[in-house]
Nanobody
Framework: QVQLVESGGGLVQAGGSLRLSCAAS?????MAWFRQAPGKEREFVAG????????KYADSVKDRFTISRDNAKNIVYLQMNSLKPEDTAVYYC?????????????????WGQGTQVTVSS
Protein backbone atom coordinates (compact mmCIF):
# COMPACT_ATOMS: atom_id res chain seq x y z
CA GLN A 1 0.00 0.00 0.00
CA VAL A 2 2.91 2.34 0.67
CA GLN A 3 4.30 3.99 -2.44
CA LEU A 4 7.64 5.72 -2.79
CA VAL A 5 8.41 7.56 -6.01
CA GLU A 6 11.87 8.91 -6.77
CA SER A 7 12.65 11.68 -9.20
CA GLY A 8 15.49 14.01 -10.10
CA GLY A 9 17.99 11.59 -11.58
CA GLY A 10 19.84 12.30 -14.77
CA LEU A 11 23.18 12.85 -16.44
CA VAL A 12 25.58 15.28 -14.83
CA GLN A 13 29.24 16.15 -15.28
CA ALA A 14 31.75 15.28 -12.57
CA GLY A 15 31.88 18.03 -9.99
CA GLY A 16 28.28 18.96 -10.58
CA SER A 17 25.23 18.73 -8.35
CA LEU A 18 21.91 16.98 -8.42
CA ARG A 19 18.96 16.80 -6.04
CA LEU A 20 16.89 13.67 -5.79
CA SER A 21 13.37 13.66 -4.39
CA CYS A 22 11.28 10.86 -2.97
CA ALA A 23 7.56 11.32 -2.50
CA ALA A 24 5.91 8.96 -0.04
CA SER A 25 2.23 8.12 0.10
CA UNK A 26 2.29 8.03 3.89
CA UNK A 27 4.54 9.25 6.71
CA UNK A 28 7.40 6.89 7.54
CA UNK A 29 9.62 7.63 10.50
CA UNK A 30 12.92 6.44 8.99
CA MET A 31 13.77 7.33 5.43
CA ALA A 32 16.94 6.51 3.56
CA TRP A 33 18.65 6.43 0.21
CA PHE A 34 20.44 3.42 -1.24
CA ARG A 35 22.17 2.98 -4.56
CA GLN A 36 23.14 0.12 -6.79
CA ALA A 37 25.70 0.20 -9.57
CA PRO A 38 25.88 -2.50 -12.27
CA GLY A 39 27.44 -5.67 -10.92
CA LYS A 40 27.48 -4.38 -7.35
CA GLU A 41 25.40 -4.92 -4.26
CA ARG A 42 22.92 -2.34 -3.15
CA GLU A 43 24.61 0.00 -0.70
CA PHE A 44 23.46 2.48 1.88
CA VAL A 45 23.96 6.14 1.06
CA ALA A 46 22.16 8.23 3.67
CA GLY A 47 19.35 7.98 6.19
CA UNK A 48 17.36 10.29 8.42
CA UNK A 49 14.98 10.17 11.35
CA UNK A 50 11.60 11.90 11.31
CA UNK A 51 12.94 15.23 12.48
CA UNK A 52 15.96 15.05 10.21
CA UNK A 53 18.21 15.82 13.15
CA UNK A 54 19.49 12.25 13.36
CA UNK A 55 21.25 11.45 10.10
CA LYS A 56 23.68 8.82 8.92
CA TYR A 57 25.90 8.81 5.86
CA ALA A 58 28.12 6.37 4.09
CA ASP A 59 31.75 7.37 4.36
CA SER A 60 31.98 7.65 0.59
CA VAL A 61 29.41 10.46 0.44
CA LYS A 62 29.91 12.22 3.76
CA ASP A 63 30.44 15.97 3.33
CA ARG A 64 29.18 15.78 -0.25
CA PHE A 65 25.60 14.55 0.12
CA THR A 66 22.87 15.85 2.40
CA ILE A 67 19.62 14.13 3.26
CA SER A 68 16.67 16.24 4.34
CA ARG A 69 12.93 15.89 4.82
CA ASP A 70 9.80 17.90 4.29
CA ASN A 71 7.35 15.95 6.41
CA ALA A 72 4.45 18.26 5.60
CA LYS A 73 4.75 16.99 2.03
CA ASN A 74 6.07 13.49 2.84
CA ILE A 75 9.14 14.13 0.74
CA VAL A 76 12.74 13.18 1.42
CA TYR A 77 15.56 14.77 -0.53
CA LEU A 78 19.12 13.85 -1.32
CA GLN A 79 21.25 16.81 -2.29
CA MET A 80 24.34 15.54 -4.07
CA ASN A 81 27.27 17.88 -4.58
CA SER A 82 30.76 17.37 -5.99
CA LEU A 83 29.56 14.32 -7.87
CA LYS A 84 32.07 11.74 -9.00
CA PRO A 85 31.84 9.09 -11.73
CA GLU A 86 31.81 6.44 -9.00
CA ASP A 87 28.51 7.90 -7.79
CA THR A 88 26.89 6.54 -10.94
CA ALA A 89 24.12 4.16 -9.91
CA VAL A 90 20.41 3.67 -9.62
CA TYR A 91 19.34 5.48 -6.48
CA TYR A 92 16.50 4.05 -4.41
CA CYS A 93 14.39 5.63 -1.74
CA UNK A 94 13.60 3.40 1.22
CA UNK A 95 11.45 3.60 4.33
CA UNK A 96 11.36 1.72 7.61
CA UNK A 97 9.45 1.67 10.85
CA UNK A 98 12.40 1.90 13.19
CA UNK A 99 13.95 4.12 15.82
CA UNK A 100 17.00 5.08 13.80
CA UNK A 101 18.48 4.75 10.35
CA UNK A 102 20.36 1.57 9.60
CA UNK A 103 22.76 0.75 6.80
CA UNK A 104 21.24 -2.70 6.27
CA UNK A 105 18.90 -2.84 3.30
CA UNK A 106 16.91 -5.75 4.72
CA UNK A 107 15.77 -3.51 7.56
CA UNK A 108 13.72 -1.37 5.20
CA UNK A 109 10.14 -2.23 4.44
CA UNK A 110 9.33 0.02 1.52
CA TRP A 111 11.19 0.84 -1.66
CA GLY A 112 10.82 3.13 -4.62
CA GLN A 113 11.39 2.15 -8.22
CA GLY A 114 14.75 3.90 -8.45
CA THR A 115 16.11 6.79 -10.45
CA GLN A 116 19.25 6.66 -12.57
CA VAL A 117 22.13 8.98 -11.78
CA THR A 118 24.98 9.04 -14.27
CA VAL A 119 28.09 11.12 -13.65
CA SER A 120 30.36 11.64 -16.62
CA SER A 121 34.08 12.32 -16.41
Amino acid sequence: QVQLVESGGGLVQAGGSLRLSCAASTPINIMAWFRQAPGKEREFVAGASWSGANTKYADSVKDRFTISRDNAKNIVYLQMNSLKPEDTAVYYCAGAWATRATMTSSSYNYWGQGTQVTVSS
